[in-house]
């Protein structure tokens, strides 16, 4: 069974910084696509930036320039740097993984979100 764990979100002061990551464990032979969603209180959830197994990094427009996601294929891991936070950035961070390829197939997997709280 593959598992999407997360780590390093927390609070932090507008402008700061926080780095996320989310590991993929289980028996996996490749994994297409990995990201990040959030969900803010009384929100839908929003794509907030994937990146291929080619590396190809897409953003919403409103983390450009402030996000910067990245990925080590050897170690199914993505991440998610932030910078510059705001306020509006608080959120739960749920990491995916897209089309993974396991012992049971093709699947898409979620993490259980990790809390992003950015104090005015």
């Known amino acids: 069974q593959v598992q999407l764990v997360e780590s390093g979100g927390g609070l932090v002061q507008a402008g700061g910084s926080l780095r996320l990551s989310c590991a993929a464990s289980?028996?996996?032979?490749?994994?297409?696509?990995m990201g990040w969603y959030r969900q803010a209180p009384g929100k839908q959830r929003e794509l907030v930036a994937s990146i291929t197994s080619g590396d190809i990094g897409n953003y919403a427009d409103s983390v450009k320039d402030r996000f910067t996601i990245s990925r080590d294929n050897a170690k199914n891991t993505v991440y998610l740097q932030m910078n510059s936070l705001k306020p509006e950035d608080t959120a739960v961070y749920y990491c995916y993984a897209h089309h993974v390829v396991d012992r049971e197939g093709v699947n898409d997997y979620w993490g259980q979100g990790t809390q992003v709280t950015v104090s005015s």
């Open positions: 289980g028996i996996i032979f490749g994994i297409r696509d």
